[in-house]
């Protein structure tokens, strides 16, 4: 390689020509067609002419020269036919050299213009031929038929490109698509639909993204109005629903298995032989006001110096058998989902609001532990039976905060509550005292927020009532050797008050400090509620982890054959990717509507407390709606952790997860 001497190499998918004014430690200084000055490598040369160029003809020239020569050799190129030549060089499968392929190209004497040219055609044309510096191989019959489809298919691509590109241009500014453009519009749609819902999961989000940066969208965000003016979603569309594929509707082989259960009717033989009829008791159920799956009722007994606590929950199992098609997708479907603005059902709503509900008058199969206590509520003895019941009365929450101080049997069960709480914090319980906040959302779009007591009579009453069941299920259940869902909690990383003397701040922060709870198929400690074995078998309705422990305990009873400690495991598995998806969707979705709610409240003054400091920022607590969010530092602002404040709402953005409040 000299001064001179005239070469191509590849930049940017395109061949250049060039000369080389320098050689240098194979590299190579050259002046490019397009008056650029460049340093490469010897390898990196796609050809090289034995033509040479006069350096001292001045740059100008040379520039023109090359250009020249350049524009010649892409004419000569125009004369190769590659697949002609394919056709009559595929059968040979060896690999040709560039002299020789360039003879087959060209029938006239042949110069290093005839040779770029042959080069650049087989750049351009990579269908036939594998392309390997100086020399070229056919390409088999089968591989070219898989080239060509794969170009073919990368032309409609860019077709769907720039047509769906043109499409979205005129849906963001609100025209209709030209029909022109998008024969499929429907196609484009789905194409973008799946991208903003799955961003980089999503099969087409290649596509997508070149969609988008030919219509000059850079946030995906921009796309949510655009779905809605279409009707693809609503305003408040839950999306969180769709990306995580949970089901709103019942398989229809599970809708029609329901429905024979109900045509087989809603009245009972009382078989007293199997079940323990307790239909005369006076039983209750305690819940809140939209509630209609009623799952669990209690009734209490005063014999004088001691009573008895009864806590009746649906026997589901009597219905509902093991791998029916309802058992099948409640099982799937792992829980019950409780939204601001939707319910999904763990069972389908003709059994969970009906012939499995405990309806007020009606009777039903139930599993009934009835609770023997002395004076001082200690536990004397207690039964689990299979029952018939029949529920009296159907209360809700403020219902039992009214008679809280005028009913003998609420304030009797109210006593046995604080009672069994209080042991269970000597035993080392960790009492969590944090307000519920309660989100309605009705069917016109109005959005109540409430703050909720949970340490009014009602609800502390069920709670702890509910808790005792639970423990001595567990105790139940571990006592005969049989395997369960048992929950286990170990000790907290810290505590930072005693028993329930904590404040909200304190409250707060002891949460952060709880450890996860555990799942076992044997009964383990449960530290935060102080219990030494723990279940949940009191909303069969609405967990599948209940319906499972209440099938165990039907085994105990006779009612069926119990699962084994594998089968137990397995579903414990099966069921924790499900039950993570339940809890984030009911997280996220009352999260939305309280910036929903918050939106409508720019400028208004907020309770907060401080929670902790970070870099730029605090982090304080809206105590209202129990929601955390930063507070910009001002230059002379210092506030510790536990401080009470005052902010004003600045900007919320539900769509967007996004609350900023500045210093009131």
Known sequence: MEQGNIVEFIDHQKILCAVVQEVRNQRLKLLTENNREVSLPLNRLSHKSRTVLDLSMGRIKMVDALREIAGFRKQLMQQI????????????QEWIDLPTMTEFCFSNAVTSDHESAVVRAF????????????RFFPISEEQVNRNIAQEQEAIRKAMRIENFSACLKDWLSCQPANSEWAEDTSACLSILKSYYLFDKESPSADEAREILAK????DTEALFPLFVNLGIFTSNENIELIRQDIPQEFAP???????????????????????????????????GQSTLDYDDAISFEDYGDACCVGVHIVDVGYFVKKNDFVDQEARLRASSIYMPDKKISMLPSCLAEGLCSLKAGEIRPAISILIRLDSAANVLDYEVVPSWIRVQRQLTYYDVNMMADSSHEIIRLCDIAARFRQKRLGNGAVQIMLPDINVWVNDNGDITVNRINRESPGRMMVTEVMILANWLMARFLSERGTSAIFRAQPGPRDRLYKGSDGTLFQNYMQRR?????MLFHQAERHSGLGLDAYVTATSPIRKYYDLVTQRQIRAILGQEVPYSTDEIRQIIQQLQEPMQKVSRMQYQRTRYWIFKYLESRIGQKEDAIVLGKRRNAYQVLLTEYMIECDLAMGSKMELKPETQIQVTIQHVNARKDVLSVFMS
């Open 81 to 92: 036919d590659i697949r002609e030549l394919w056709e009559v060089l595929n059968t040979e």
């Open 123 to 134: 750049f351009q044309n990579r269908l036939y031929f594998k392309f390997d510096q100086n």
């Open 215 to 218: 219509a000059g969208v850079d």
């Open 513 to 517: 400090l709880l450890s996860r709870f």
């Open 253 to 287: 082989e599970t809708e029609a298995h329901a429905n024979k259960m109900i045509a087989a009717g809603t009245s009972f033989t009382l078989d007293v032989s199997a079940r323990k009829d307790l239909t005369d008791l006076p039983l209750m159920t305690v819940d």
